[in-house]
């Protein structure tokens, strides 16, 4: 089965880092679009960073400076890493990705920042 799943999440104090990961399946096309969303109880899922097959970034204004989305081809893996977290970037992050014709969800996983 094609399938994304995600690691990484956790309860990190404010400032600290999280890297979170999202790796494709065995079985899956290669990743051309990677993305992270995320949404936190209550208010709307948004958009952080996409990386595209050629390396282009773009990120989320509330995320520029502080997070760094990338990529390993070879693992077929899309990767988020957070730095200097506040408690606002508590959310469930979900991977996204463009493989093939068709595009998939990781499962989501959680990330708790405390003041």
């Known amino acids: 089965q094609v399938q994304l799943v995600e690691s990484g999440g956790g309860l990190v104090q404010a400032g600290g880092s999280l890297r979170l990961s999202c790796a494709a399946s065995a079985n899956s096309s290669t990743i051309s679009l990677g993305a992270w969303y995320r949404q936190a109880p209550g208010k709307q899922r948004e958009l952080v960073a996409t990386?595209?097959?050629?390396?282009?970034?773009r990120y989320a204004d509330s995320v520029k400076g502080r997070f760094t989305i990338s990529r390993d081809n070879a693992k077929n893996t899309v990767y988020l890493q957070m730095n200097s977290l506040k408690p606002e970037d508590t959310a469930v992050y979900y991977c996204?990705?463009?493989?093939?014709?068709?595009?998939?969800w990781g499962q989501g996983t959680q990330v708790s920042v405390s003041s």
């Open positions: 996204h990705a463009i493989m093939g014709f068709r595009s998939y």
């Open positions: 990386i595209a097959s050629g390396g282009t970034t």
